[in-house]
């Protein structure tokens, strides 16, 4: 039973999912790099291709994530969003981006992403919100959907006397030993 919560039901483990954690990672940090990459190699450094690129991949990752990964990928969005910003932008004008200029060029960084982070967090709370209500929907729905909860048990009534007998109801059990019940004893 201690093993219970890790495994179904039928106590074997469940099925992996094909490339779980690389195709989190992948589009969390993937999907971001490229449309930042894509954006600045249009001219459009921090616009609608880095935008989509980054809500689709932590959608994406955020869809595909474990249960406990949910809010890695959640708390995950702003600083890879950043980073694929500030690093594309960096890497397509190194030469501007020095001294005092490079303090400058991050704020302008920091600036032009924020929108961006705040609709990927709003986009990965959402899905995680669903993932999580879906969820319990399937558990209010399905009585085998959470292997850990126990079904609710009716009491049987219990028979007092033999059907067909004439013999009164048994006494209440009481635990005195094997002497004191007459239908048990063989001798």
């Known amino acids: ?60 990752a955020a869809a595909r994530c474990t249960r406990p990964g949910r809010w890695w990928v959640v708390i995950a969005a702003p600083p890879v969003v950043l980073a694929a910003r500030a690093g594309t932008a960096w890497a ?21 992403a924020f929108p961006v982070m705040a609709v990927a967090v709003i986009v990965a709370l959402s899905v995680v919100a669903g993932r999580a209500a879906l969820a319990a929907r399937s558990a209010r729905t399905d009585p085998t959907a959470n292997p850990t909860a126990k079904p609710s048990r009716i009491p049987k009534p219990r028979r007092t006397a033999d059907p067909g007998s004439d013999r009164p109801p048994a006494p209440a059990a009481v635990n005195a030993g094997p002497t004191t019940d007459r239908r048990r004893r063989h001798g």
């Open 92 to 112: 397509a004008g190194a030469d501007a981006a020095q001294g005092k200029a490079l303090a400058s060029s991050a704020v302008r960084w920091v600036v032009d």
């Open 1 to 60: 039973m201690v093993g219970q919560h890790a495994r179904g039901a039928g106590g074997a483990a469940p099925p992996p999912r094909p490339g779980g954690t690389a195709v989190v990672l992948l589009a969390a940090t993937g999907l971001p790099l490229a449309g930042a990459v894509a954006g600045e190699l249009t001219g459009n450094g921090g616009g609608p291709l880095f935008a989509l690129g980054t809500v689709l991949g932590t959608g994406v």
